[in-house]
């Protein structure tokens, strides 16, 4: 709250681009919060959700050039190595690049819109050289859809933002141990799987 008080939309632009590269920090409590600050009359409603927009694009581009400069073998080849750790096999990765083949830019639209897979989808853009103009276009669309949704709801909120924070808490806890929990079985359960 004080990085946004202080820094203005650069400080919602800032902890977007963040929150993209390093997903564990939750959009779903940035904008929000902005859209908050916007029903205060700090910011305006529209700046705020352009400026989590930006910001959101801005933090796709890195992991689609890390995509693009891995490439599909050389993701494979480290899954190979370090699969059971990343719980992740070249299998997966060749029925992602399928799933992905079959679906493109519609992925990259509709994936923007879901909390954890948000950020990982700029991968498989980069690794299957999506044309950079689309992911753009896609991701500006898809990020621009989630960040209004999020603000609005914030704004539409106002002082009862605080109390939606305490179920927020409980929710985000049961997101993060069933997440541990399911990594653990991949992790345990890996050899079966190959």
Excluded at 57 to 71: D, N, S, T
Aim: hydrophobic content about 50%; proline content about 4%; overall charge positive.
């Amino acid at each position: 709250m004080d990085l946004i008080a202080s820094a203005g939309y650069f400080g919602v632009v800032f902890l977007m681009f963040v929150e993209n590269v390093f997903p564990p920090i939750p959009s779903e409590f940035i904008m929000p919060l902005a859209g908050f600050m916007a029903a205060d009359d700090k910011f305006s409603l529209f700046g705020v959700i352009i400026a989590g927009t930006i910001g959101s694009v801005l933090g796709a581009l890195p992991l689609y050039y890390l995509g693009a400069k891995l490439g599909e073998e050389r993701l494979k080849k480290f899954a190979e190595r370090h699969g059971r750790w990343l719980t992740l096999s070249p299998e997966d990765i060749d029925r992602a690049d399928e799933w992905f083949d079959r679906h493109g830019a519609k992925a990259v639209l509709l994936c923007r819109l879901v909390p954890g897979i948000r950020s990982f989808i700029s991968i498989p853009a980069g690794f299957n050289r999506m044309n950079l103009a689309s992911f753009l276009l896609f991701t500006t669309i898809g990020a621009g859809v989630w960040t209004s949704l999020l603000a609005y709801a914030g704004y539409y909120l106002g002082a009862n933002f605080r109390q939606i924070g305490e179920y927020l808490d409980v929710a985000t806890y049961i997101v993060f141990g069933t997440i541990i929990v399911l990594y653990l079985w991949r992790v345990f359960n890996y050899k079966k799987r190959n």
